[in-house]
């Protein structure tokens, strides 16, 4: 396996201001040894798409505690799908009732983080399922 | 010697010669600000100063026992419970039923679009319309909000920042059809930007001309809407952004101060708008420490007021305040221990002397809550008011020689950080430096390695769990509003005069580029039905829009 640093982008969609967790994520993933990227508050799943394009990035962790999950998260994954990025591991994480992750993952969201995920365990699965790229 | 400290030191080695035997839990006890240390015991010792000078009498200064000579003696807190979801219909039915329910006060929680300035139609709304809160695009939805509703009555918190001007107009101008006049009406306005800026996230336009925003809202509020909290300065969303207690009094009181600057700046005179300052706090689960919080937090406004800006009126000492129980520590497992943990929050708002309470509801860390748990947070309140006995006298816990030597403690760390933010030029510097946010962040993911390792136990969580928890039940929106909301907006923009429209943004723009007291410009525009969106956008044509630097 090459020396290739795992590139993350930590972004919030939408409009929700809560941005601890996604700091938190941030600080952890580049603590577990990886390339982080955070957006900043209130990008559209354009501005993200574009952002993780841009920066050749392998994985997008995309946090949202209002709601607005169900729109905002496939929006990305359909993007990436449009522009030939799909090969990009998306995961998501927020308040987000159990009942919304199949059709999240339906719609190529790896996987979804509930609260009391430990960070560890986010560092892993990322790990264990971003695509190898040369 | 005298007998205190032969007995005290003989105490002290029986009590480590034990500790050698029995290991206690811990090497050092901390409570939840990492810089506080907790003894074994406190004794008189620990309690330094003179009663008058620290702790005086309820209703006097420095009003370390509260703001009022009788509190809760005469009447409770008042019970005023967040909520807001969907339309405006919906949110109508839920402040009626809550009312109904016993609660005393309104508080209203708008969506995000409506919070950052955005009508339901906006391509930024898309996927957030009715989420959080409730939307309201223009006076119509104002209107129905309040159906029903005395507003001479019934005082109404709102949860906004940027838009606090416009939301503020348009409950003048359903209050002004109902016929009651706006010094008639009661209520607040969060309208504290800094810690949107800080903690957050929903600003519209830059420091200065937010700053600009609230002082005319100061200043119009002074002379036509006599009974309103012109602004709520916020710890809580500090708090929940991962701030320590300590952090939270710290940095609240740092933007207060920053607000009254820009106001004596203005010309302003303090003793007419600072009565109407209010505060708005976090209650965690650290019972004793957030007990001292708030404790601390009124003696330490009292003398700013009085010493640092020489306000002669008694009323502009006074910290009043509201709470909000801790979202940020209610866990999305087994939900209904998040009764026991409001419970606890809750008590030490009320035994800190807060004017009012929000208690979260069990669900929160899933969903909105539903009726069902919103009651349960309600009466969680109603039980401590009515049958814990803990409202019938004035600040129980005074005396107490661990509280008055936490008071004293949280006093002197929180003065420290105020004396470095006044070193980097007050409140708006120390943000735009990201100096505030550094601090919080670095206290949240310290939090959050202690729970990751296990040294800090959230029960249900890192300890004590179970397999296969039930689901419960949670709060669902119409997925239809955001479409229902766009029809009915295209509807008024065709049958509201726009010629009036026109002229009252034309006004609006004029006023934003010159020094004029923008609030009656904004009154006129929301009477013509002028959106929420059009009138930011007017503003934010001319002040810019702020973006923050990343840190």
Redesign the interface.
């Known amino acids: 396996m090459s020396q290739h640093k795992i590139r993350v982008l930590v972004a919030k969609p939408g409009l929700d201001g809560h941005d601890r967790g996604a700091l938190v994520v941030a600080k952890a993933l580049r603590d577990a040894g990886m390339e982080v990227i955070y957006s900043g508050l209130r990008q559209t799943p354009q501005q993200i798409v574009a952002t993780a394009i841009q920066e050749d990035v392998d994985v997008i962790g995309l946090s949202s505690l209002s709601g607005a999950h169900m729109h905002l998260f496939p929006e990305v994954v359909r993007l990436l799908k449009e522009q030939g990025a799909d090969d990009v591991l998306v995961v998501g994480g927020g308040v987000i009732p159990d009942e919304d992750i199949p059709a999240l993952k339906e719609a190529g969201i790896a996987e979804v983080f509930t609260p009391g995920t430990a960070l560890a365990d986010t560092a892993e699965f990322i790990r264990a399922n971003v695509q190898k790229r040369g | 010697m005298s007998d205190f400290k032969t007995q005290h030191e003989a105490w002290q080695q029986k009590a480590e010669k034990a500790a050698s035997r029995f290991p206690e839990r811990r090497e050092e006890f901390k409570t939840s600000s990492e810089t506080i240390s907790v003894n074994r015991l406190y004794t008189p010792e620990d309690v330094s100063g003179d009663y008058m000078e620290k702790l005086g009498f309820p209703g006097e200064y420095p009003y370390t026992r509260g703001v009022q000579p009788t509190m809760y003696r005469s009447r409770f807190w008042t019970m005023r419970q967040y909520s807001g979801f969907g339309s405006a219909v919906e949110t109508n039915q839920r402040f009626k039923y809550l009312l109904e329910q016993g609660q005393t006060g309104l508080s209203t929680a708008f969506d ?2 409506t ?2 300035g ?1 009508d339901s139609d906006d391509m ?5 319309v009715g ?2 809160g409730v939307a309201i695009s223009s006076l119509k939805d104002m209107e129905t909000l309040l159906d029903g509703i005395a507003l001479d009555k019934v005082s109404t918190s709102m949860t906004i920042n940027a838009p606090a001007s416009v939301l503020l107009a348009m409950y003048i101008a359903v209050a002004e059809k109902s016929g009651v006049s706006a010094d008639k009406i009661s209520g607040t306005i969060q309208n504290d930007i800094l810690k ?1 800026y800080v903690a ?3 600003y519209i336009y830059p420091p200065a001309a937010s700053m600009r925003l609230i002082t005319d809202i100061f200043e119009y509020c002074a002379e036509h809407v006599p009974n309103w909290n012109t602004i709520s300065i916020s710890g809580y969303h500090i708090r ?3 701030s320590t207690a300590v952090q939270e009094v710290a940095f609240t009181l740092a933007n207060g101060i920053a607000y009254v600057d820009a106001a004596a700046k203005k010309g302003l005179d303090i003793d007419k708008f600072a009565p109407r300052l209010s505060f708005f706090f976090n209650a965690h689960n650290n019972f004793l420490e957030e007990v001292a919080k708030f404790r601390a937090a009124r003696r330490i406004w009292a003398r700013i007021m009085k010493e640092r800006f020489g306000a002669k009126d008694p009323k502009s000492w006074q910290l009043r305040f509201h709470t909000q129980t801790g979202g ?1 520590t209610l ?3 087994q939900p209904d221990n998040n009764i026991v943990r409001v419970t606890i929050q809750a008590l030490a708002a009320v035994l800190g002397g807060t004017q009012s309470l929000h208690t979260n509801s069990k669900d929160e ?4 809550p539903t009726e069902e748990s919103a009651r349960i947070a309600l009466r969680t309140q109603q039980i401590i008011a009515n049958e814990s006995g803990v409202a019938d006298t004035i600040d129980p816990l005074a005396g107490s020689f661990y509280i008055e030597s936490l008071t004293d403690e949280i006093e002197r760390q929180a003065l420290e950080y105020i004396a470095k933010i006044d070193e980097m030029g007050g409140a708006v510097q120390a943000i735009e430096q990201g100096y505030m946010q550094r601090e919080i ?1 670095a206290a ?2 310290q939090t ?1 390695m202690d729970i ?1 390792s296990g040294d800090q136990v ?1 029960v249900g ?1 890192n300890k004590f769990r179970i397999e296969n928890e039930p ?1 419960p039940e ?1 709060m669902k ?1 119409n997925p239809e509003l955001e479409r229902i909301q766009s029809a009915s907006l295209a509807e008024l923009r065709q049958t509201r005069d726009n010629a009036a429209v026109e002229a009252a943004l034309k006004a609006l723009r004029q006023a934003a580029e010159g020094s004029d007291n923008l609030m009656p410009h904004i009154v006129s525009a929301v009477k013509v039905y002028a959106t929420l969106g059009e009138i930011c956008n007017v503003m934010r044509d001319v002040f810019g829009e702020y973006t ?1 630097a ?1 840190w």
């Not at chain 2, 930024?124 to 957030?128: F, I």
């Not at chain 2, 860390?365 to 909105?368: E, H, R």
Request: charged share 20%; no cysteine.
């Open positions: 995000l679009p919070q950052i955005y930024m709304a898309k996927g957030e989420k959080v949107e957050r996230g929903t929940e952004a991962g940020s866990t999305a497992q860390a899933l969903a909105l962040q949240s993911y959050q990751e959230v969580v689901k949670l929106i923050p990343q």
